[in-house]
């Protein structure tokens, strides 16, 4: 495997190893771009900043280049991890097409502002997305490649008071924590599960994008300064979180970029006098890597991939179909293609579990074992209330 960083500036698209400064091909484009995705399994995307145009390049060459016309102009955009579809922030509202048609599944609208952030949850079965509005919404994709009429978030979050800046969605599709950050100082960390805020973290500076480790033990704060801060959600104690708010890392100049390396051992960094360098995420200090553009670095991407090799013969993309900007009498084809496999799970907890363990116990009148499944059933509550308490004595330090 190797891991490869791609770095956007006012007027070219680099492709560079981080292994060092290597310079594995260099993308020229002739406008101002933005929103770097990686698209499975070698693809990157981008966004113009001026026009209604998505482009798309193949890792392994250089010269080629695919353009997509958007209705708009588009603010924000979001590859899922599938490889076959995207969704695109217009304005206020998010569409969503199937790549390989072309066809145009659904348009949904929740934002009564622009869409600033959109991120995919790794099963490819949610949605969030982020606007000047403040608001956060989880969307469920199955609903709206289902739905062709008015499509309502599962979840939307009113706990910020300026701008989203940023989203991350972990691992465990409805299982998973939801971090958002924004320009009120703060980044939230949601349970999608139930659907609540699990805790609000307030920082001295506003935020521009937000870094979570893979196990979700630190999160790392990019301010709009230079500054960075990491707080370890590993902590015993609440006021231990508190005291951690102190800059991890000092940037030289203004950050204007950011990612987190695949195997969370560095944070990379742009500056807005072209400085490209890595900073341990254990110590913060400096690392032996360094790369200097001629511009500003508007974005970075950090992806893995099983090798690299440079192909100079032209090779035809496997999305040759336009775009559709509207509705067509396919999409009903394209629904039935998209349906996913299985139904949203609904979860219970364990203490809802035991209870119908009883339940069904209490039923089965007619078995020779219902007073063994009963003492089962009382071992088993009697030992998750000692494994309760035993947890949170652990978390106050007692």
């Known amino acids: 495997m190797i891991e490869i960083t791609f770095l956007l500036n006012e007027d070219k698209l680099g492709l560079y190893a981080l292994q060092g400064t290597n310079k594995l091909a260099k993308f020229k484009v002739h406008e101002t771009l933005q929103r770097l995705s990686f698209l499975p399994p070698h693809f990157i995307m981008a966004i113009s900043q001026k026009k209604p145009l998505i482009y798309l390049w193949n890792m392994s060459q250089d010269s080629s280049v695919q353009k997509y016309v958007l209705p708009g102009l588009p603010l924000s955009v979001a590859a899922s991890p599938c490889g076959a579809y995207i969704a695109v922030g217009i304005d206020n509202t998010i ?60 979840y939307t979050f009113t706990n910020h008071s300026m701008p989203v800046t940023d989203i991350y969605c972990g691992f465990g599709g409805f299982k998973s924590r939801l971090f958002t950050s924004s320009l009120d100082n703060t980044c939230n960390i949601y349970d999608l599960c139930s659907g609540k805020i699990v805790v609000s973290l307030e920082f001295p500076a506003p935020i521009f994008k937000l870094l979570v480790s893979k196990c979700e033990s630190s999160v790392y704060a990019v301010t709009v300064s230079t500054e960075v801060y990491k707080v370890s959600l590993v902590s015993p104690a609440e006021a231990d979180v508190t005291k951690q708010m102190k800059v991890f890392i000092k940037c030289p100049n203004k950050i204007t970029s950011c990612c987190l390396a695949e195997e969370d051992c560095a944070i990379i960094l742009g500056s807005s006098q072209g400085d490209l360098m890595k900073y341990s995420t254990t110590t913060g200090q400096v690392l032996p890597f360094s790369f200097k553009s001629r511009s500003p670095v508007d974005d970075i991407l950090s992806v893995t991939v099983p090798g690299y090799k440079r192909n100079d013969k032209p090779v035809p993309f496997p999305f040759q179909q336009p775009l559709q900007r509207a509705l067509t009498g396919l999409q009903n084809q394209c629904s039935l293609l998209l349906k996913p ?42 030992l998750s209330e000692k494994l309760v308490q035993f947890a949170t004595d652990q978390l106050i330090g007692s």
């Open 95 to 154: 569409r969503f097409w199937h790549l390989p048609s072309g066809q145009l599944i659904n348009t949904v609208s929740s934002h009564y502002q622009k869409v600033t952030s959109l991120v995919w949850s790794k099963d490819s079965r949610l949605l969030i997305s982020g606007g000047y509005d403040n608001n956060v919404n989880v969307w469920e994709f199955h609903r709206i490649v289902k739905d062709q009429t008015t499509v309502s978030p599962l």
């Open 341 to 382: 496999r299985h139904e949203p799970v609904q979860f219970v907890s364990d203490y809802d579990f035991l209870a119908l363990v009883k339940e069904a116990v209490d039923e089965d009148k007619g078995s020779d074992n219902v007073s063994e499944l009963k003492d089962k059933v009382g071992e088993l509550t009697a």
